[in-house]
């Protein structure tokens, strides 16, 4: 058989112990973050190091047999989902922080460190690393890499695509070439973040880090509704104050959080708005107290306030804990993750409100208020017969109504197996075809994460614009450049 075949030979090549077929010990990489779409992958790898994986999708090119990059399994659209036919390679080895260049505001990683681990790296330097996923404590850069991963603070500080300097990948053909900011020409960086995968393998991370503000403070209001937090939110972003962060929760996330990390919100909120202020001190404290006039002016019936490390936590504690507290008063959900404008939240909520009533199914809304990012919890029952199809009709009905208010189908979460069917509704076929195009450049034999990202994945040589069987670079003319 061609796969046993091949895993032979790709043991060879890396460490004792770092091949994995044993049914059972196999299963432990079946799915990620998104549980209910499953598959025990054909065999799993952990290599060390960026050599180790070039050899191994250098094997797989010479087999046909396709592979699927997976980094700590934290990723809720099923991104590194693997296939029964092919070879899983796990990043989780390759942990090095390798250079920390404080002149210049850098850091070089492996794609396995943490992304709260390269913050702990440089906080005593008074430097930190933004993008800061609720998950941060457990995923890794290199998935950050391939999701273009963002999270609370995404709204003043951007997402992963805006603090990666440089990256070493293992192209699908096996090479390992380095894609550069300040490379001339297209912009094959900017391209290979928030690819899912699908472009090749990140093996080495440049990213940029950020100096720590002066003054940070964070405020907790608590309003009887989630109509009046919108409210306060508009008027906020409104008036000019670009927080470093502006997170919403429902009475339903928030009875979650309460349930599992005891947050202490306040009792009896519909929802509660967290806002955090940094920069010069001067300016956070004249943007705070115009912060405090609009949450008391929308109807604010508690302010909290925190300005010291511990007492930031405590608040931030229930927002980051929201997306796994939701088991503790559901025995399944779906994390879904939508985009709409601000200024179509209102509405949104409403439709998700009445999408939750007629179905009989409910939702805990937990979102990125400042930029429209929606993770609404769609909870359900899966031993009750029947649940499982009307959690997913109501999910996608979330998807079609950030679609129709002019949104997106994700935000961060990616596309993956999840929604790959929403892409023809936010996309024509030229737009889809066009986007394959990339793909073929760098991938024209398809074996680079398979089946995600488009609802109809078709060989190069079905592609209008590529002729069957040759690399787009080749024909070209600039295959020496990659």
């Known amino acids: 058989m061609t796969l046993d075949e091949l895993v032979r030979r790709v043991a060879g090549v890396l460490p004792p112990g770092a091949v994995i077929t044993d049914p059972v ?3 432990t990489y079946e799915c990620d973050g998104l549980t209910h779409h499953r598959v025990v992958p054909g065999a799993v790898v952990l290599p060390e190091s960026a050599e180790q994986i070039a050899a191994v999708v250098r094997l797989c090119n010479e087999y046909g047999v396709p592979f699927v990059a997976r980094g700590a399994g934290t990723g809720l659209s099923g991104g590194a989902l693997p296939r029964t036919d092919g070879v899983l390679i796990v990043t989780s080895k390759m942990r090095r922080i390798l250079q920390v260049d404080l002149e210049n505001r850098r850091a070089v ?21 933004a993008p800061d996923p609720s998950s941060q404590q457990v995923c890794t850069i290199g998935g950050n890499v391939a999701e273009n991963s963002g999270g609370a603070h995404c709204l003043k500080y951007g997402f992963t695509v805006n603090h990666v300097l440089a990256l070493e990948i293992v192209t699908p053909d096996g090479d390992v070439v380095t894609l550069d900011a300040d490379d001339p020409g297209y912009d094959l960086l900017g391209a290979f ?4 995968g699908t472009l090749g393998i990140t093996t080495k991370v440049t990213v940029r880090l950020s100096r720590a503000p002066q003054a940070v403070t964070t405020l907790l209001a608590a309003f009887e509704n989630i109509e009046q937090g919108g409210q306060a939110v508009s008027a906020i972003i409104g008036g000019g104050i670009v927080p470093a962060a502006i997170e919403m929760m429902d009475a339903l996330a928030i009875a979650a959080a309460e349930a599992a990390v005891a947050c202490g919100y306040p009792a009896g909120a519909g ?6 202020l940094d920069g010069p001190e001067a300016e956070v404290r004249r943007q ?19 300005a010291e490390p511990e007492e930031r936590a405590a608040i931030w504690r229930g927002r980051k804990s929201a997306f796994a507290a939701v088991g503790r008063i559901s025995p399944a959900y779906i994390v ?25 199914i409910r939702v805990a809304n937990v979102f990125h208020a400042g930029d429209g990012n929606l993770h609404p919890l769609v909870l359900f029952d899966d031993a009750e017969p029947g649940a499982g199809e009307r959690a997913e009709l109501v999910s996608g009905r979330i998807l079609d109504l950030c679609i129709e208010h002019g949104g997106s189908i994700t935000g961060e979460h990616g596309v993956g197996v999840d929604k790959s069917r929403y892409m023809p509704k936010m996309f024509t076929d030229d737009d889809l075809d066009t986007m ?14 398979p089946g995600k990202v488009f609802p109809t994945p ?14 787009p670079l080749v024909e070209s003319g600039r295959a020496e450049q990659f």
Request: glycine residues 10%; aromatic residues 6%.
């Open 271 to 276: 929802a509660v708005l967290i806002v955090e």
């Open 25 to 27: 010990r196999l299963r």
């Open 336 to 360: 879904q993750d939508g985009v709409v404008p601000r200024t179509a939240l209102p509405q949104v909520l409403a439709s998700i409100d009445r999408l939750s009533a007629e179905h009989g």
């Open 288 to 306: 705070f107290a115009e912060v405090e006039r609009v949450c008391r002016d929308s109807g604010a019936f508690e302010l909290r306030t925190a």
């Open 193 to 196: 973040v928030g690819s899912e």
């Open 109 to 129: 990683v492996e794609p396995g460190v943490t992304n709260l681990a390269i913050t702990e790296a440089v906080r005593e330097h008074g430097y930190y690393y």
């Open 436 to 449: 394959q195009l990339v793909r073929c450049a760098f991938d024209p034999r398809g074996l680079s994460n």
């Open 458 to 471: 078709r060989l190069c040589g079905e592609v209008p614009g590529v002729r069957k069987g040759v690399h």
